[in-house]
């Protein structure tokens, strides 16, 4: 008889000496040695439940099993809870096997050919299959304590956070999250990028935010470029304010589970509320099933802003005399009639200018950026800190990569080391880590260049006036249409007053940041007062 051995351990198993992987094996081995069989092959899945039949090598055994000519003869495991903890999986390969001609063999649960063997195999199955669901359960109710205690479970952080040992209980390490400085400044610029833009431009999409990441030689934790769904995601983790929910969905299926179970986690928070928000609210305008692609991609400048205050529609472009005059006109009354609603029409033109010049004359008005300097000023300070914390952490990490490459090249100095495939993998991979990690010290090291000293008036006007020109460039569309979007999130028109809505006012991007970076993005929850100009009948509204 020709014999393979299958033996399977999952994670939170491998310290239970009885159930270890050389274990199996070993006593697989005598078993076969005293059977008088010859041993083929093994096959080994570490970290696989039996609960499912994913699992690579039971899937390479099956097949091989079924080959022709027939490899092996007999499958011996340990236990038949190695081989499945589903009766349906178990009940179904058996008889695949038995088809092809191979045996399932458990040493521990040998019942032998008897006719009552294959009832007695399957109730051992049924009792594998109700201890499996049982031991899920308080699995799951003791990660549910612990997160409710504020520990972390053992998943892997979210970019931007790691681990550090809380307590010890025993011999058990009670983890929870740490802010990682390094990290933390990559998430804080994709927000920023997203947001507010890069201080010389506008707020930009989540495909150039991958481009521009990769470009400043940035890669996720497992060394690969990022792309437009890991920023996505990013983008609408509720971690980065500190509010984590354990339990939301079921680690196996996927599938929601009722909120009532989730526990909420206090973690350090990364991004201001305001600033995710803000990405919230642009993620959802911009999602191709809730948005029309025309609305994004327009040039308009106030396409997705301006609304009727009559009925809240949209207001759409409509031309006059074979497209001499343009005009924002409620798309409701222009596709059902003055019977769904007498809204406005205003000369396009007229509106852009009166909404540009609301906003310029109250968010970056020389006195105004005068008043809010110090706050900024206090927040770039405070960055700093950051900052500072994330050099650190970056020279340490390089130190001990360059520590490890030195240990490589040693060894092969010293003859006990060849340069094969996996030692020169080795080495490039050591580089490649080395020269990210100057890559992200070039930059937070550029970012802290910013001067801290208070503005000069004369620089806070010429900044000003150098932002109006920007924002009434009619040349740049696409940056007056993206740069407003971080300074207002409704504009609601009626015939009588026209009301701006703009919280999370983003200013004083470019004013401070250092000369030709275009990295240093500060950004300003102050909302803008609100106040009325009777001439030009505009008034802004913080309220929302």
């Not at 996720?220 to 984590?244: D, H, M, S, V, W």
């Amino acid at each position: 008889m020709r014999a393979v051995i299958y033996a399977r351990v999952s994670t939170g198993q491998q310290a239970e000496a009885e159930l270890s992987i050389p274990d199996q094996i070993a006593r697989c081995q005598d078993y076969i040695r005293a059977k008088g069989w010859s041993g083929e092959a093994e096959f080994v899945d570490r970290g696989y439940s039996a609960t499912t039949d994913n699992r690579p090598e039971l899937q390479a055994m099956l097949g091989s099993a079924k080959g022709t000519p027939r490899p092996f003869d007999v499958i011996v495991v340990h236990s038949q809870s190695r081989f499945a903890r589903s009766l349906t999986d178990l009940l179904i390969h058996e008889r695949a096997l038995q088809k092809a001609g191979v045996k399932l063999v458990s040493i521990s649960q040998d019942f032998g050919d008897a006719e009552t063997a294959p009832m007695m195999r399957a109730m051992i199955g049924m009792f594998d299959e109700h201890q499996s669901r049982e031991t899920s359960k308080h699995t799951t109710r003791a990660m549910l304590e612990n997160a409710r205690q504020g520990f972390w479970n053992g998943s892997q952080p979210p970019l931007g956070y790691r681990t550090h040992v809380a307590e010890t209980r025993g011999k058990k390490q009670k983890k929870k999250l740490e802010i990682d400085p390094a990290e933390a400044e990559i998430v804080k610029l994709i927000f920023a990028l997203y947001v507010t833009g890069d201080g010389r431009k506008g707020p930009i999409g989540v495909t150039a935010i991958a481009g521009q990441l990769g470009r400043l030689g940035l890669k996720t934790r497992r060394g690969t470029a990022f792309t437009k769904q890991f920023i996505t995601k990013i983008l609408r983790n509720e971690t980065y304010i500190g509010e984590y929910w354990f339990g939301r969905a079921c680690a196996k299926t996927g599938a929601l589970r009722p909120s009532a179970d989730w526990v909420k986690m206090d973690v350090p928070a990364i991004i201001e509320p305001q600033v995710f928000a803000k990405a919230a609210e642009k993620l959802e305008r911009q999602h191709p099933l809730k948005t029309p692609p025309r609305v994004t991609t327009s040039k308009v400048l106030l396409t997705g802003l301006a609304t009727c205050s009559a009925c809240g529609g949209p207001l759409r472009i409509a031309t006059g005399k074979a497209g001499r005059y343009r005009y924002y006109k409620c798309a409701r009354k222009l596709d059902s009639g003055k019977a769904r609603c007498d809204g406005v029409s205003v000369p396009e033109a007229a509106l852009d200018s009166a909404v540009t010049e609301a906003v310029l004359d109250e968010a970056l008005a020389p006195s105004r950026l005068s008043e809010m300097l110090p706050l900024l000023i206090k927040r770039l300070q405070d960055r700093r800190g950051d900052q500072a914390a994330a050099i650190r952490d970056l020279r340490n990490r390089k130190a001990a990569e360059t520590r490890k490459l030195q240990r490589l090249y040693d060894l092969l100095a010293e003859g006990a080391l060849e340069l094969d495939t996996v030692l020169r993998g080795k080495i490039d991979s050591g580089k490649d880590a080395i020269a990210r990690i100057n890559h992200q010290l070039a930059r937070i090291e550029a970012a802290t260049q910013a001067p801290l000293a208070a503005l000069s008036s004369a620089k806070i006007e010429a900044f000003a006036k150098a932002a109006r020109t920007r924002l009434t460039d009619q040349a740049d569309p696409s940056f007056r249409r993206a740069y407003l979007r971080t300074l207002v999130s409704d504009v609601s028109v009626s015939k009588e007053a026209i009301t701006i809505q703009g919280p999370n006012a983003a200013i004083l991007a470019k004013a401070t940041a250092p000369s030709g970076s275009g990295l240093e993005v500060p950004s300003f929850d102050q909302e803008w007062c609100p106040e009325e100009d009777s001439n030009l009948h505009v008034h802004t509204d913080t309220s929302t």
